[in-house]
């Protein structure tokens, strides 16, 4: 509860920086490495919870955080298009290689679902779209993961501070709740979550031969999803 008490009395005191703050961090948790060091969950559950107490609106403060995340990993992935397999060897990926290479093998695994799944998975997910980004995945199918698996991943950020306050707790108690949530309770349910809603989205049974997702495959095409990196569907 302590950590989170901050961002309730600033958010509180000063609701009008709020809806920027919001963005930022949501934007800044899906940025390249940098998301390592952000702490998204207790500013984005403290921000629900003063929408259930009333402080905040619901609509800024939900939109503010699915766009931040989707602005945040739209960039991280243009950065891995920009770069391609240079992007290693830049500040500040080349700090982390073994968090680089962690990446790399969850999206050989889980290929187009990464976008999705990596949102919820700590430590890849600060990497995962500059990964994809590298394997050149189609920017349209991006795209439309980005968009669908930020909203789900903001509801799950927002929506639970909201939902201890309206089942009656207090602020002071639905922050303690809160900081349960952000020590990493609900992580696993929100990664299943994550890999149920992947799955409905792109198909149950595997697309026919040389396609992803219904996306031809052609190795000397650039906007392949992850190109001759890749040999996977999802």
């Known amino acids: 509860m302590e950590y989170i008490q901050p961002y309730l009395d600033y958010f509180s005191a000063h609701p009008g920086w709020a809806i920027a703050i919001i963005f930022l961090i949501a ?3 899906a940025l390249l490495i940098i998301g390592l060091f952000v702490p998204s969950t ?3 559950v403290g921000a629900g919870i003063l929408v259930g107490t009333g ?10 955080t699915a766009v931040g995340a989707i602005v945040g990993d739209q960039f991280s992935y243009w950065a891995g298009r920009l770069f391609g397999e240079r992007l290693k060897t830049l500040w500040p990926l ?3 290689p073994q968090l680089v290479a962690k990446g790399e093998d969850f999206v050989r695994l889980h290929g187009g679902k ?4 990596g949102r919820f998975v700590p430590g890849v997910k600060a990497v995962v779209p500059g990964i994809v980004g590298m394997f050149n995945m189609n920017q349209l199918f991006f795209i439309l993961v980005n968009v669908t698996s930020g909203t789900v991943w903001a509801a799950a950020h927002v929506f639970p501070g909201i939902l201890k306050i309206r089942f009656g707790l207090t602020p002071s108690s639905a922050a303690g709740s809160a900081a349960l949530y952000t020590s990493g309770f609900p992580k696993p349910i929100f990664s299943r979550l994550s ?3 992947a799955a409905f989205l792109y198909s149950p049974a595997p697309p ?4 992803i997702a219904g996306i031809p495959i052609s190795p000397e095409s650039s906007d392949t999803i ?4 890749l040999s996977m569907v999802l």
């Open 55 to 64: 402080h905040l609106a619901f609509w800024p403060v939900f939109l503010a």
């Open 42 to 44: 207790a500013v984005l």
């Open 195 to 197: 890999a149920m809603y």
């Open 226 to 229: 992850c190109g001759s990196n």
């Open 94 to 96: 080349n700090r982390y």
């Open 208 to 211: 026919p031969s040389g396609l």
């Open 27 to 29: 934007m800044g948790e």
């Open 114 to 117: 990464s976008i999705a799944i």
